[in-house]
């Protein structure tokens, strides 16, 4: 599921700099930073939607 997110997200939302990230740039093919920090209330909701968990 959180490959398929990503993907989606990769897609629809344009690359933005990240000046934190800068010195280890070159070092990657790409760096994909996403603030996970509301994800766990939509975990939940799923958790409850589906009954997985």
């Not at 997110?5 to 000046?19: E, I, M, N, S």
Request: glycine share 6%; proline share 4%.
């Amino acid at each position: 599921m959180f490959a398929q997110f990503t993907h989606r997200l990769l897609r629809a939302t344009p690359a933005r700099y990240a000046l934190d990230v800068a010195p280890i740039q070159a070092l990657f093919a790409a760096i994909c930073v996403i603030d996970g920090s509301r994800l766990a209330a939509i975990a939940h909701r799923r958790t409850e939607q589906t009954g997985e968990g």
